[in-house]
């Protein structure tokens, strides 16, 4: 099925296009060892934002999905307690977990009917899987701006 042209301006704006940087652009060649340094005035760091954002997204993907998902605890339950990974392992699996909601919530995406995309979540409050597709787009670029401006002070 072809994806209408509100499916495609909504994937493109899951997919980071148009005026702002790519997660993939953001994510490549960031030195590890900044992953959990702190900037002066700045409440986190790239690993904690990079984890906040994967949690979120995991949760509206999970909500805009299955009934049963229980979402962490607002808001500790959306940030990571440490301020670094333990292992580049960590960070690796972090990322690819990202990228692979990502491309879950895509799919979702493309894959509804435009009657699909607005109608209510039965489990919900009134939300629809378009305003689900849009709060995730909208939230990760939102964060992503914050990763690359630490990413940027830290270089």
Not at 95 to 124: C, D, N, T, Y
Request: net charge negative; aromatic share 8%.
């Amino acid at each position: 099925m072809k994806a209408s042209p509100l499916q495609q301006h909504v994937l493109n704006l899951l997919d980071f296009n148009g005026a702002h940087l790519s997660f993939d652009e953001a994510m490549r060649g960031l030195a590890p060892e900044l992953r959990g340094k702190k900037v002066k005035g700045s409440p986190h760091t790239i690993w904690q934002l990079l984890e906040h954002m994967r949690i979120a997204q995991w949760d509206i993907l999970e909500f805009s999905r299955d009934a049963k998902h229980v979402s962490p605890k607002f808001p500790e339950g959306y940030w990571p307690p440490r301020d670094a990974p333990n292992t580049d392992a960590e960070w690796k699996k972090s990322v690819a977990q990202f990228r692979q909601e990502l491309e879950e919530m895509k799919k979702l995406v493309s894959e509804a009917s435009e009657e699909q995309l607005f109608a209510r979540i039965p489990h919900g409050e009134g939300q629809t899987l378009l305003r689900e597709a849009l709060l995730a787009a909208d939230h990760n670029s939102y964060h992503l701006g914050q990763l690359m401006l630490l990413r940027k002070i830290l270089e």
